[in-house]
Each structure stands twice: as structure tokens, then as C-alpha cells.
């Protein structure tokens, strides 16, 4: 079975995202684009993951469950995991250590929880934007611990990412490195390049996405995504210039 992926694309959960980004909004725009495997990655927050697990179910889309964390370096990354309950209990581990800044959304944009409904349930008050207070060294191990994969976001944007923050790949247990171009910045050390289209408004969707084989003997989605990143079976939708 081949899958096409896209684990990285923001809800309406987001302040930098769009109002209309429902995780149903997310889920029929995916099944149009022919994506079959969709990750919600909201910045250091996975309230809106109860929801995008139904409407994936509904639109038969293979769900990822994490969030986009920023640490203490100012690195955006990104931590994946297969249910919701596991998701959830990340969110906890971040939450406790987002600053208290409250969030003025005149300024910054809404926060909304949602349910698979698309009915509002709650505004998060807590800014989400913010760098949590842990390093990139602690969010790989405690990602890892749970049974996550660690995704370094976008490490060749000129803001928020490996090569704008260190300028260098630190040595850690990545899952994979996800790029918007090619070829990467720095030596990647043998690491897994995937690439996703990091949406905050629907027309972003589907922009940059990877596919890969989940065979008969992977025990779940989830499992085979980790196996092929680990095994760098992975196909770009990009390419290096000639």
C-alpha cells in the first residue's frame, strides 16, 4: 500500500493559522489532494487532536498526532505519535513548561479548540508561540521516550530552525530531518529527509509532501512510518536542481 504524507499542517488552534483551518476543514482538503496520511502539529498545544482523529476517521485519512514545539534555542520541532492519549499527555509535558504570557488575540489571531463539528469549545488563553523551557537535547528524549519520532522542522528556513538557530546538525537521535528544498544545508549525517507542506491556510495544503510502502507485516501506520524512516524508504516530492 503506498501512502502519501503530510505530517506537518496547522489547525485553527494556531494563532499564526487560519480561523478556518478545522481539523475537519484539514481532513477534506487532504482526501481532495489525495493525501492518505495527515499529521496536526500545532504549535507546543495538541487540544485540537481529539477532533482530528474523527474527521480523519470520517474521511478515511490515516491520522499523526503531535505538535510543533518551539525550545529553548528558538528551534521549531516536531514531535509525532500515534494516538491521541499519547498526544495529549505530550501537550501536558509542553504545557507545563509554556511560559504564562497571555494571549491577546486582537493582536495575534484566535486560538480556537474545536470539535469534529467544527463547533467552538474553547479559546486557548495561554500565547502559544512562545519557547517552552526545554532544549532541543530534552524534547528528543522525552519524545523518544514515549515512543514518538523527533522531526526537526524546516532546517533550512532562514527563521526558527536548525540552520538559522545553531548553523549546524547537533548530535541527537533524530527520526528523520524534514527540508523544504534541496539539497539540505549542512551535512545531515545520514539522517531521513521528508518534506511536508507546513500548511497554516488550506491553498497551502499539499505544497511539499513524501510518500512511502506500508507492507503486510507493519503492525500499524504509525509503526511503518517509523520503519521507513528509520530504513530511508521514503520518496521526496521534491528535488535538488540540476
Not at 505530517?7 to 494563532?15: A, D, E, I, V, Y
Not at 510543533?68 to 505519535?81: A, G, M, Q
Not at 522542522?153 to 536548525?162: K, Q, V
Request: hydrophobic share 40%.
Amino acid at each position: 500500500m503506498t501512502v502519501v504524507a503530510d505530517l506537518h499542517n496547522h489547525s485553527c488552534l494556531s494563532p499564526c493559522g487560519d480561523l478556518e483551518n478545522s481539523p475537519g476543514a484539514l481532513c477534506r482538503r487532504a482526501a481532495e489532494l489525495g493525501i492518505s496520511m495527515l499529521g496536526l502539529t500545532d504549535h507546543n498545544s495538541a487540544r485540537n487532536c481529539p477532533a482530528f482523529e474523527e474527521t480523519c476517521r470520517r474521511e478515511g485519512i490515516i491520522p499523526v498526532f503531535g505538535t510543533e514545539t518551539t525550545t529553548r534555542e528558538e528551534v521549531h520541532i516536531l514531535s509525532l505519535f500515534g494516538t491521541v492519549r499519547e498526544a495529549l499527555d505530550w501537550g501536558d509535558w509542553i504545557y507545563q513548561r509554556l511560559p504564562d504570557f497571555r494571549h491577546d488575540p486582537e493582536k495575534f489571531g484566535d486560538q480556537a479548540v474545536v470539535d469534529a463539528d467544527e463547533n467552538i469549545l474553547d479559546f486557548e488563553e495561554r500565547y502559544l508561540i512562545p519557547a517552552i523551557d526545554a532544549s532541543i537535547e530534552e524534547i528528543a528524549e522525552e519524545t523518544l521516550r514515549r515512543g514518538g519520532l523527533i522531526i526537526p522542522a524546516h532546517i533550512d528556513r532562514t527563521a526558527t530552525s536548525i540552520a538559522s538557530q545553531l548553523g549546524f546538525l547537533p548530535d541527537q537521535r533524530f527520526s528523520a530531518l524534514e527540508v523544504t528544498r534541496l539539497p539540505p544545508p549542512f551535512d545531515t549525517r545520514g539522517h531521513t529527509l521528508i518534506c511536508d507542506s507546513d500548511a497554516h491556510f488550506l491553498d497551502d495544503m499539499g505544497k511539499r509532501t513524501f510518500s512511502f510502502e506500508i507492507s503486510p507485516g507493519d503492525p500499524s501506520p504509525f509503526a511503518a512510518l517509523a520503519r521507513v524512516l528509520r530504513e530511508g524508504a521514503v520518496r521526496l516530492s521534491i528535488t535538488a536542481p540540476a
